[in-house]
């Protein structure tokens, strides 16, 4: 098992976490204080309006903007799940008042000039587990497919969740993650649930209409409920004032996790003890390089991720089927590490280096998978296709590192090149005559980058004489530094 640090820089406006095994930044975690949303938050709220010809209510809950409560989202009692058909069969009226207080969970942003869309069916997330107060079955993720380990966790969920106060136990929902976790693990989720959902009721009895009783745990918390376990050595983080909010949230809610809680003191930023910015900026790099001399390119589109192996200057063995073998062993570590570290998900397409010989490949495979047993996140791997590929899939959880951190270039659109400065004049020229066979101007004025200007005065000035005499105007150009190598204007003077 592999030995664990956890880095943690807390700022106002931004969170990140370095996750560290063995010297070597694993996973980042990135959250943004402005770009939180709201969903998952409980508050007790107000009914402030009824409308019945549309079988809604507006809430006051604290927030800009009057929250909205569809029908279909109320959960009155005796009706499970919801958005349930049994509940909408009763009309809006006949279930809520005006001035009535509600507890409410948002299930969708505001957006725009609509506010946010609410539930009346409190659920409560955990790592392995969702916990659903109000309800008493025990559902399971459809993901995990076989029978034998749906009636597993139900068996062993019925045992762990059973009360002896003859108190109400409580509904759950088992994620995809909770298939393979000790009933120790989910005896501490359980707790850990029960124990938010106690805070949450209480508060509401006692705080008044348009309060805040619950929000989803921020990324520092997360730490100590999602990212801690056995192997963690410490919880480092470099603010006092969180590191004290952390230690109380601990202590309620994450018992195991509060004694490797740190304060970090050090002068140097705490993302430099492992050299976490330098592997942040190499994250974003279509180009992973390799001890050996080999290197990865990993391309992120919309439908999939590819990754290509290839030796580079590594000659270090014997023969070239031994080089191949050892680029691909390498490859295999380094491509496990970098889809926990971009956090890449969806379908992937791994290329490696093509191997003659079977036994070469069936290692590689299983160097692959052991390197992908450290990922916390789902993984599939179907193995070497017909033409040498290994396909796989990985759970999507979260954005990816480069679409959390970055934005489409404006100057390509995304396609990571752009057209050469004469290909861009004879654009322009073409766009010219076409123009001139509209459109009886007395000059054209050409406004484009000064790159495009410049060859057009120059290497291109013959075939733009030659248009200018053609179409019988004079044509003048103007650089403008503001376009882009493609944009460009023709002016109709």
């Given at each position: 098992?592999?030995?664990?640090?956890?880095?943690?820089?807390?700022?106002?406006?931004?969170?990140?976490?370095?996750?560290?095994?063995?010297?070597?930044?694993?996973?980042?975690?990135?959250?943004?204080?402005?770009?939180?949303?709201?969903?998952?938050?409980?508050?007790?709220?107000?009914?402030?309006?009824?409308?019945?010809?549309?079988?809604?209510?507006?809430?006051?809950?604290?927030?800009?903007?009057?929250?909205?409560?569809?029908?279909?989202?109320?959960?009155?009692?005796?009706?499970?799940?919801?958005?349930?058909?049994?509940?909408?069969?009763?009309?809006?009226?006949?279930?809520?008042?005006?001035?009535?207080?509600?507890?409410?969970?948002?299930?969708?942003?505001?957006?725009?000039?609509?506010?946010?869309?609410?539930?009346?069916?409190?659920?409560?997330?955990?790592?392995?587990?969702?916990?659903?107060?109000?309800?008493?079955?025990?559902?399971?993720?459809?993901?995990?497919?076989?029978?034998?380990?749906?009636?597993?966790?139900?068996?062993?969920?019925?045992?762990?969740?059973?009360?002896?106060?003859?108190?109400?136990?409580?509904?759950?929902?088992?994620?995809?993650?909770?298939?393979?976790?000790?009933?120790?693990?989910?005896?501490?989720?359980?707790?850990?649930?029960?124990?938010?959902?106690?805070?949450?009721?209480?508060?509401?009895?006692?705080?008044?209409?348009?309060?805040?009783?619950?929000?989803?745990?921020?990324?520092?918390?997360?730490?100590?409920?999602?990212?801690?376990?056995?192997?963690?050595?410490?919880?480092?983080?470099?603010?006092?004032?969180?590191?004290?909010?952390?230690?109380?949230?601990?202590?309620?809610?994450?018992?195991?996790?509060?004694?490797?809680?740190?304060?970090?003191?050090?002068?140097?930023?705490?993302?430099?003890?492992?050299?976490?910015?330098?592997?942040?900026?190499?994250?974003?790099?279509?180009?992973?390089?390799?001890?050996?001399?080999?290197?990865?390119?990993?391309?992120?589109?919309?439908?999939?991720?590819?990754?290509?192996?290839?030796?580079?200057?590594?000659?270090?063995?014997?023969?070239?089927?031994?080089?191949?073998?050892?680029?691909?062993?390498?490859?295999?570590?380094?491509?496990?590490?970098?889809?926990?570290?971009?956090?890449?998900?969806?379908?992937?397409?791994?290329?490696?280096?093509?191997?003659?010989?079977?036994?070469?490949?069936?290692?590689?495979?299983?160097?692959?998978?052991?390197?992908?047993?450290?990922?916390?996140?789902?993984?599939?791997?179907?193995?070497?296709?017909?033409?040498?590929?290994?396909?796989?899939t990985r759970k999507r959880t979260r954005e990816s590192l480069a679409h959390l951190l970055c934005q489409v270039c404006p100057t390509c659109d995304g396609r990571g090149q752009v057209k050469t400065a004469r290909s861009v004049c004879y654009d322009i020229l073409r766009e010219i005559l076409r123009e001139a066979r509209q459109f009886n101007p007395k000059?054209?004025?050409?406004?484009?980058?000064?790159?495009?200007?410049?060859?057009?005065?120059?290497?291109?000035?013959?075939?733009?004489?030659?248009?200018?005499?053609?179409?019988?105007?004079?044509?003048?150009?103007?650089?403008?530094?503001?376009?882009?190598?493609?944009?460009?204007?023709?002016?109709?003077?």
């Amino acid at each position: 098992m592999a030995n664990q640090d956890i880095l943690i820089n807390w700022a106002p406006q931004e969170t990140r976490v370095a996750i560290i095994e063995n010297g070597a930044v694993q996973e980042l975690h990135v959250e943004r204080a402005l770009e939180r949303g709201l969903v998952g938050n409980v508050y007790l709220g107000k009914v402030a309006r009824v409308l019945p010809g549309m079988q809604s209510a507006f809430l006051e809950v604290g927030l800009e903007r009057a929250a909205f409560l569809h029908v279909a989202d109320l959960h009155p009692g005796g009706h499970h799940g919801g958005r349930n058909e049994a509940a909408a069969q009763v009309p809006i009226e006949r279930q809520v008042f005006e001035g009535q207080a509600l507890m409410v969970q948002v299930i969708k942003d505001p957006i725009g000039s609509k506010g946010a869309r609410l539930s009346t069916q409190i659920s409560i997330a955990g790592r392995l587990l969702v916990f659903l107060p109000q309800d008493t079955h025990i559902g399971i993720s459809q993901k995990i497919g076989s029978v034998e380990a749906r009636e597993g966790l139900r068996s062993r969920m019925q045992a762990l969740t059973a009360t002896t106060d003859g108190s109400a136990p409580g509904g759950f929902i088992l994620r995809t993650n909770a298939e393979d976790a000790s009933d120790a693990e989910l005896g501490d989720d359980i707790a850990y649930l029960r124990k938010a959902w106690a805070a949450i009721r209480s508060q509401g009895l006692s705080r008044p209409a348009g309060s805040l009783l619950h929000e989803d745990l921020n990324l520092a918390q997360r730490v100590l409920r999602d990212f801690a376990g056995e192997s963690t050595q410490t919880i480092r983080i470099d603010s006092r004032l969180q590191f004290e909010a952390l230690r109380s949230f601990g202590t309620a809610y994450s018992p195991t996790s509060v004694g490797k809680l740190e304060h970090y003191k050090g002068e140097r930023p705490i993302l430099d003890l492992f050299g976490v910015e330098e592997e942040i900026a190499k994250a974003l790099a279509r180009r992973v390089e390799l001890k050996s001399g080999g290197y990865l390119i990993i391309d992120q589109t919309e439908a999939l991720t590819t990754v290509d192996v290839n030796t580079g200057g590594f000659v270090g063995a014997r023969n070239f089927d031994d080089t191949i073998f050892k680029t691909n062993l390498e490859a295999a570590g380094a491509i496990a590490r970098q889809l926990r570290l971009r956090n890449l998900g969806g379908i992937i397409i791994v290329d490696f280096i093509d191997m003659a010989r079977e036994e070469h490949q069936a290692a590689v495979l299983a160097e692959f998978r052991k390197q992908l047993l450290r990922d916390r996140t789902k993984v599939t791997v179907s193995g070497f296709t017909q033409l040498g590929l290994v396909e796989m899939t990985r759970k999507r959880t979260r954005e990816s590192l480069a679409h959390l951190l970055c934005q489409v270039c404006p100057t390509c659109d995304g396609r990571g090149q752009v057209k050469t400065a004469r290909s861009v004049c004879y654009d322009i020229l073409r766009e010219i005559l076409r123009e001139a066979r509209q459109f009886n101007p007395k000059e054209f004025r050409v406004i484009a980058n000064a790159a495009v200007v410049e060859m057009l005065l120059d290497e291109e000035n013959q075939h733009l004489a030659g248009l200018s005499d053609f179409v019988g105007k004079p044509i003048s150009l103007s650089a403008e530094p503001s376009l882009t190598p493609e944009q460009y204007d023709i002016v109709l003077m």
